[in-house]
């Protein structure tokens, strides 16, 4: 049964990945991608990285959540359809996906990948807690504190992209 799910999660994600890039629509291509970024979350769910999925679904999925909301529902370009790619354009981005593969299969066939010790980490609510809240090595602050920042900024563009469209009209 896991490997069911695993490859419907797996297909899930190899389709939502390509209509989202393929998509004119941004307001489609934006939600194919919180498709993709919650499948992810249930890739880490099955692997028994529920922190890891957590995070997933909070600030990725609540990203594009964010993103849907801001820079596409509040401006003008909703409607929009991005122009069709070009023959040229789609062969050349054909042929790089192709090489892009064959590199990548070739280098996870290539690897000799050993079986490694997993060292067991204490699961309690008390050591995820001190990791979050340390500075050191391995503490989680800092990179909790860049992206608040970097959120707020995308918030803060997003609020004046919309006042803008809205002033100009």
């Known amino acids: 049964m896991e490997k069911f799910i695993f490859y419907f999660i797996s297909a899930i994600i190899l389709v939502f990945s390509v209509l989202t890039v393929t998509s004119r629509k941004i307001l489609r291509a934006a939600v194919y991608l919180l498709f993709v970024l919650m499948a992810t979350a249930g890739?880490?769910?099955?692997?028994?990285?529920?922190?890891?999925?957590?995070?997933?679904?909070?600030?990725?999925?609540?990203?594009?959540v964010?993103?849907?909301?801001?820079?596409?529902?509040?401006?003008?370009?909703?409607?929009?359809?991005?122009?069709?790619?070009?023959?040229?354009?789609?062969?050349?981005?054909?042929?790089?996906?192709?090489?892009?593969?064959?590199?990548?299969?070739?280098?996870?066939?290539?690897?000799?990948?050993?079986?490694?010790?997993?060292?067991?980490?204490?699961?309690?609510v008390e050591a995820v807690g001190l990791k979050m809240l340390s500075y050191g090595e391995n503490g989680y602050v800092l990179p909790f504190e860049v992206i608040s920042i970097l959120l707020l900024a995308a918030i803060i563009g997003a609020i004046i992209v919309a006042k803008k469209s809205v002033n100009n009209d």
């Open 43 to 64: 890739l880490y769910f099955m692997l028994n990285y529920n922190f890891l999925a957590a995070v997933q679904l909070t600030v990725y999925s609540g990203g594009i």
């Open 66 to 124: 964010v993103l849907i909301v801001f820079a596409v529902l509040l401006t003008a370009h909703m409607e929009h359809k991005l122009e069709a790619p070009s023959m040229m354009k789609s062969i050349f981005a054909g042929l790089v996906a192709v090489l892009g593969a064959g590199v990548t299969l070739f280098a996870l066939n290539s690897f000799p990948f050993k079986e490694g010790v997993i060292i067991e980490a204490p699961y309690d």
